[in-house]
């Protein structure tokens, strides 16, 4: 019987010496959260939110992007419009927008990190209006952005 306790007490030490060691870290714990991102979008006019009606489109590009690189998506990372599963907008006059970003090459939601520049084209044909944020810093699954960052940079 003490044979049976000694060993019952001994397989339980293994146990968890054994869980110690596979739970223990190997290397330096990753920092960056790799959650799917969603950009929140508050404040904006109701005159602005029905510019995108007719479509819109909002881009996350590499910090430094021109105007022009942005109006013809050279360089975009990953984006929304009026397409993408899952946005919504709340509120009439202002509006907030919810936008899960998805990559543009293979639609799977985006994961990034990091500091970029945002454009936000709204509208279709002669009526289309281009917007730029200031630069955001993209870390957590959801980066809210006041709609008072963004200058209207043509149409």
Known sequence: MENKKLYWKMLLIAIVLGMLIIGCETGTPSRENMDPKTLIIQ???ANIFTLGADGFMIGIFP?????EQAENFIGIIA???EQTPGWSFAGTDPVTLTLPLYNIVNDNRWTGNGTFDIFAILGSGP?????KATSVNINSAVTHIPW???IEIFQ
């Not at 910090?63 to 105007?67: A, E």
């Not at 009526?127 to 917007?131: L, Q, V």
């Open 148 to 150: 008072g960052n963004a």
């Open 127 to 131: 009526g289309t209006r281009y917007f």
């Open 79 to 81: 984006g929304a419009d």
């Open 43 to 45: 404040n904006m006019p």
């Open 63 to 67: 910090v430094g992007t021109t105007n």
